[in-house]
C-alpha cells in the first residue's frame, strides 16, 4: 500500500489509493510530552521557559519516540510526520467559543424557545477550568457545557422562566461557587419575518388603514421594548438519574 498506492483485499481484488491521502494517527511520547508541559523535576518551570524552545523539546521528543517504536523500513516510507502540539490557552478560548456558538444556534432552531444569552469572563473561565485538561486536552469541554449551560436553560425552558426574544446573562457567583442566570431583557430581541412575509402584512396592514402604510408588528414591539432588566433565575437541579450518570 505505501509503495505502489494499492491495497488487496481478501479476494485478490485491488483497490487503487493513488488519489488518496492516508494518516496515521498515535499517541507515542504522550507521556513524556505531559512531563515536558506540567515541568516535571527542576527549578525551571514551563512558564519560564520559551515557547519555541518547549516547541521544540515537544517535537523531537515525539520523533524520538516513534523512531523508537518503529523500524527504519516503516519510517522511510512516511512522507511526514506532523507533531500535535498540547493545546494553549488562546486555542481552548477559541474552541469553547466555538462550542457556545453552536449552543446559541441550537436555541435559535427551536420553534418556541429563541432566545439569546451571553456569558461573562468569569463564566467561561469556569467553563475551562472544568472542561479542559493539560492531559486531555478539551475532550471533556462540551461535557461541561452540556452540564452547566444546556441543562439549566432546557430547565429554565421547560419551566416557562424563559420566553421568546428574551436576553440571559450567565455569570459565575465566586461567594456561590456555581454559574447564575439573569435575565437581562425581555422581548428585546424577536425573531426577524422573511421578506416575502413582511411584504404580505404591509400589504394586509395597508388595506386594513384605508391604503396607508403600517409598521410590521415586530418593529412596534422592538421600539416599544422597556429597558432591559435584570432578573434572577433559578433552573431546576437535574433529574436523579441525569445526576447518577454525570457521577
Known sequence: MLDKATLTLGDNRRVDLSQVVIFMTSNLGGGEITELMSGGMGFVQPVDKPADTLDGKVTRTAQEAARRKFSPEFMNRL????????????????ILEIELSMVQRRVLDTAKGQ???????????FLLREGTDLKYGARHLKRAIERHIVYPLANLLATSQVHLGDLLCIDWDEREQRLVFDKEGEGAVLPVAPPAAAAAAGAQSAKA????PAEAPPAIAAREAKAPITVPLSPLPAPASRRKNES
Open 79 to 94: 512522507d511526514k510526520v506532523v507533531v500535535f502540539h498540547p493545546l494553549r490557552p488562546v486555542q481552548l478560548e477559541q
Open 115 to 125: 432566545f439569546l444569552f451571553r456569558v461573562t469572563p468569569t463564566a467561561r473561565n
Open 209 to 212: 388603514t384605508g391604503g396607508k
